[in-house]
């Protein structure tokens, strides 16, 4: 009943010309009231079965007729129609017929109080009902608004639609072939695919050598977050923090944490035995440490995306970020970016030099691989590519330099694409192409043996080993339990590390030499670089 | 004279370039949906990333007549919307839908003005960029659409205005729904008389 006092009260400030309910009752009315006090008498029970409190005065005025039975109907009817109209639908028959039937005497509406709660809601108090039945009522009016609203919209829905005319050629094209079976099944699905293995005469462990934990390491297909020195250190970013793995001595030194949000997206060792690491991050800077000391040189920038390649040659580090650029930075000059690239339309995610610094290639999220030439006599690129290779269908990842032919380069493309493809740089041909059913997501040439080694995501999360320059399948390494992302090959050239999206990194001794060919003086340069580690590390 | 220097795009260019985006667009689908043998595809140069057409003569020209009759259409401002449906061959139900809405811009006001017929004048260069990202998020949406595990066939749909006459050849078609369908919008392109949207609708199998 509450609810409908600021109904009641709300409508009858509105009406204007409507009978006045508030302040000193009129003159007649008050006459009236007199003349009917005795007449009613004797049917104040009926009287007390009405909502007194709002239209005590309209029954007082209907009273005058003397005729209290039809109090109500008369009401109804002469009065304030939507008010009563309400209270005859709303409340329960209970007030005028329960007198009646009154065997089990319903409890009297107006002793209710609206807090109470009853059978059917538990707690009126919570419900807001005058607000609520104010906001139902007032729908009403807002209809007209709402409708044309929805016609309108309705009318567009329709216009999208309506007025077209659905036409089709009737000359249709042929569906596939019988029989043929959707080739795109590798992606999908786990079942292996058939390879041919071709055996070798050298023995391949199938398991991992080692096992490492790589916590939290970036699941993104784009970054570059491992990096083997020829000093026998593995640089690692997981997250935030870049470890140091000194893989003689299996010591883990912690380089740096970014703070904040910040994200490292890529790693990278000087050339040589020299111990400055690159570190790119996701606030758009390349950072320079020094390992030894454990301590930052400098911070360079240049880029407006997170740079998620990057490569040395001697002095110049180029970094390849988001926003598609490639900065080459001197690193010993003041004004460190000495050339800006516009490489990419989209996220350059590899770059690597040729051996020979002669090269650098970039690989896109933009599906292509472009080759730069070295200015003249410097160590960084003409801004004007001499090759753009586009074959790819997919972003390109996997990118190595072939260490023993110069100008020979391995790309691999995401899973659109799944192809790895030999270029030569000196011609721009593409030597040989294989499709290897998996998103390429790295590769590594060995530096024993004329093979390569890719690494794959689903279904798989293999890595292939394949002899060069046929292509044809070697080996293959299963254990991971999610895509491999990166792939580094230990300075010794034996074992090849691969970190995946299970978080841990394995070691896998591959391209182990046979003990008797085994050569004298790589083994010494390992063992010196050793030593010096040892020392530096410590 | 010297306004000439301004490059300028003509209502029949524009539909052209429309058609040819719309041709590698379906294309591409066809490869890289796995509708038909690779083997069957050939790679192409364009929008300076690779993309693959098909060799077999009867889809060749099953989207000559289509995309010539809709170049048409389009220059008539005849057309909305043209549909890309993937059949399952087996029990006729709708897998897939690819949705190339074509919705028709002004131009540019001044050089139309000029030219006696409605122009735009936006660089060609641009377009093709904007063509190229809308056709590598084509390439990438493999990554999430559901395979296709069955024989599938295709067929276009164009959504014509009602006082668009029937050529002969072609038939009015009944409107097709996908059940439990999931909507990805991908990037648009506008060569500033024709904005392309394009809607890749499929069916959610959980």
Known sequence: MAQFNYLNELNTLATIDGPLTRGPLQRWVKKSNNENINPSSNSSKNMSNINVSACSQSMQKLSVSGNISCNNSLLSINKTPTRNENKKGKKTPSKNKSPGRSTTPTPNKLAKTPNKADRFIPSRSNSNFDLCHYMLNREEEDEIVAQTVTGEALGRALADTEPGRLLQYTCKAPAAPEGYQNRLRVVYSQAKVPSTVKNTTRYIPQAPDRILDAPEIVDDYYLNLIDWSASNILAVALNNTVYLWNASTGQIEQLLTLEGSETVCSVAWVQGASSHLAVGTSSAVVELWDCEKIKRLRIMDGHTGRVSSLSWNLYVVSSGARDGNIVHHDVRERQHAVATVNAHTHEVCSLKWSPDGKYIASGGNDNLLNIWPAAQGQHYSQPQYIHQFSQHLAAVKGLAWCPWSAGILASGGGTADRTIRIWNVNTGANLNTVDTKSQVCSIVWSTHYKELVSAHGYAQNQLVLWKYPMLSRVAELCGHEARVLHLALSPDGTTVLSASADETLRLWKCFMLDPSKKKEPTDSKAAKSLLNMNSIIR | ?206
Not at chain 2, 30 to 36: A, E, N, T, V, W
Not at chain 2, 87 to 116: I, P, R, T
Not at chain 2, 144 to 161: I, M, Q
């Open chain 2, 1 to 206: 004279m010297s306004q000439q220097v301004k490059n300028s795009i003509t209502l029949r260019g524009s539909a052209q370039i429309v058609c040819e985006y719309l041709k590698f667009a379906i294309n591409s689908v066809l490869f890289q949906r796995g509708l038909y043998p690779p083997e069957t595809f050939k790679a192409e140069q364009q929008y300076g990333i690779t993309l693959l057409l098909s060799e077999d003569a009867q889809i060749k020209n099953f989207l000559t007549n289509l995309l010539t009759q809709s170049e048409e259409w389009i220059v008539n401002k005849k057309v909305s919307k043209l549909s890309l449906i993937i059949v399952n061959v087996a029990n006729k139900e709708v897998l897939e839908c690819w949705d190339f809405n074509v919705q028709y811009e002004d131009g540019d006001a001044e050089l139309s003005k000029e030219m006696k017929e409605t122009v735009g004048s936006k660089d060609l260069k641009k377009i093709q960029q904007e063509i190229r990202d809308v056709m590598l998020q084509v390439a990438a949406t493999i990554s999430y659409l559901p395979f296709l595990d069955c024989r599938c066939s295709f067929d276009v749909l164009v959504h014509a205005k009602t006082n668009c006459d029937i050529p002969e050849k072609w038939a009015e078609a009944e409107p097709v729904a996908i059940a439990n369908a999931q909507n990805v919008q991908l990037k648009t392109f506008s060569t500033s008389l024709h904005k392309m949207e394009t809607v890749v609708s499929y069916k959610l199998v959980d």
